[in-house]
């Protein structure tokens, strides 16, 4: 799944395509499945996100048709659903955003040597295609998210500048 810059499924390298008519709301779950976290999500923050004027019968009915709609697209065991919580199973799927995460945990100060930080930050930045989701700005559960990550990118900006001036290389 790729969130950042970009909305892009893929399934063993290949593009997600679709034949007809493409169904938005089982792509807005996914996406606000993502820009919640991915695991160990609630389900009523999901439903009261994605149909906020809905009643909660209304949410929790809609949630179940689109999940069900999604796990049909992307395989039934792809998205989990226990006490409540809905998460990505992280054995079968890979975020782009979670490997940015990962990297630029790796690359804050303290975590490894300056040349390890700064070689996580250099792949961090090749992760970070541009802001998350750039297509939803104006859904409110993407705005925490896509914050977050431009604070992260500019932490890693600033961690990986050091070691680009001192090798001489601040393109």
């Not at 955003?97 to 100060?109: G, H, R, Y």
Request: charged fraction near 25%; glycine fraction near 10%.
């Amino acid at each position: 799944i790729y969130a950042l810059g970009r909305f892009e499924l893929t399934i063993d390298g290949n593009p997600l395509r679709f034949e007809g008519r493409t169904q938005q709301m089982p792509f807005n779950l996914l996406k606000a499945l993502v820009a919640f976290g991915g695991v160990g999500v609630p389900q009523n923050l999901l439903e009261e996100a994605l149909w906020p004027d809905s009643d909660g019968d209304s949410a929790h009915t809609a949630f179940g048709t689109n999940l069900h709609r999604l796990r049909k697209l992307v395989g039934a065991d792809v998205i989990q659903v226990q006490d409540g919580a809905v998460s990505l199973d992280a054995e079968r799927v890979w975020v782009d955003l979670w490997a940015f995460e990962k990297l630029t945990n790796n690359a804050e100060p303290g975590q490894n040597s300056a040349d390890e930080q700064s070689a996580q930050c250099e792949r961090a930045l090749v992760l970070y295609r541009g802001h998350l989701l750039p297509g939803d700005l104006g859904k409110s559960w993407t705005v925490s998210a896509r914050e977050r990550m431009k604070a992260r990118y500019l932490r890693a900006v600033s961690a990986g500048a050091p070691a680009k001036e001192r090798g001489g290389n601040c393109s």
